[in-house]
């Protein structure tokens, strides 16, 4: 049996906080240093806590919700050769640190691989399920069945555009926790915390009551955690995390994640501070 995302969620709310879900492209800045770059994510290495959930990307060559800090590690991993089948060699470099980890994909990766191959694979893993920014419920019959079969958490997203309906039916259709996006756009961090977050988890709570709720879009700092988790469940970050490593390839260092590191320490602290 796999184990559920929404247990990080809980485990961090017995410690009477906001979870932390941190993002990291499988393939770069190869394959094998990606995967040690999600276990310094998870705190193998450091002096801290690490992130409560890993989000774990499969690099696609037409992004439609990815910023340009994501596209641009996503694009490096698919010129140095990154495969879907990598994925699962992720997964379970992050599950043998004792962290739970989902992947983040869009669908055509899915079901060009079959989706209960896929879902097959993931479980065997250690995955505990998958986010799919493309699919809504309506049309994830597939995904639906895959995931029931296999035992895996299925998120799905909803948005500040959303209608009351939507909102119904897509957390209906999830199994873990609901993917909230708080701002219309793409990913990459802001300066400032998304206004639209805190109506869109008040929404949530009303219509889907005891769902757990992760915010994303958008959030960089300990500042913005902090401030996210006074209101939802969990934030999601991913292109803070991408930037130091970014830096350090450039700077001619890809194996240093100090800059990650601080990043993460800067996250971790902010979910953790007391109101």
């Known amino acids: 049996m796999t184990l559920s995302s929404s247990a990080a969620f809980s485990a961090a709310s017995a410690e009477g906080r906001g979870a932390l879900v941190g993002y990291l492209p499988v393939g770069y800045p190869s394959v094998a240093g990606s995967l040690d770059a999600l276990r310094a994510l998870c705190g193998v290495g450091g002096d801290g806590p690490g992130v409560d959930l890993v989000e774990i990307g499969l690099p696609y060559s037409d992004p439609i919700m ?24 992720a997964v379970e470099a992050v599950r043998e640190t004792g962290t739970p980890a989902v992947v983040m994909t869009y669908w055509n990766l899915v079901d060009r691989y079959g989706a209960d191959a896929f879902a097959r694979d993931l479980a065997n893993a250690g995955g505990s399920g998958l986010i799919t920014p493309d699919l809504i419920p309506d049309e994830a019959e597939d995904w639906l069945a ?89 934030v999601i970050v991913g292109s803070a995390f991408i930037k130091p490593l970014l830096a350090a390839e450039k700077a001619g260092r890809p194996d240093d994640f100090s800059g990650l590191r601080a990043v993460l320490a800067d996250l971790t602290a902010g979910v953790r501070r007391r109101p």
């Open 66 to 89: 990815d910023g340009p800090v994501i596209q641009q590690a996503g694009t490096k991993a698919l010129e140095r050769g990154v495969h879907t089948s990598d994925v699962f060699a």
């Open 146 to 234: 895959a995931s029931e079969n296999h035992e895996l958490d299925r998120i799905f997203l909803v948005s500040p555009s959303s209608t009351d309906e939507r909102i119904r039916s897509t957390v209906a259709a999830c199994r873990g926790w609901v993917y909230a996006t708080s701002v219309m756009g793409v990913t990459g961090t802001r300066t400032s915390s998304p206004s639209a977050a805190p109506e869109l988890v008040a929404r949530i709570r009303e219509l889907a009551p005891g769902t757990p709720v992760g915010v994303g879009l958008g959030v960089s700092t300990g500042d913005q955690a902090a401030d996210v988790v006074g209101y939802a469940d969990a």
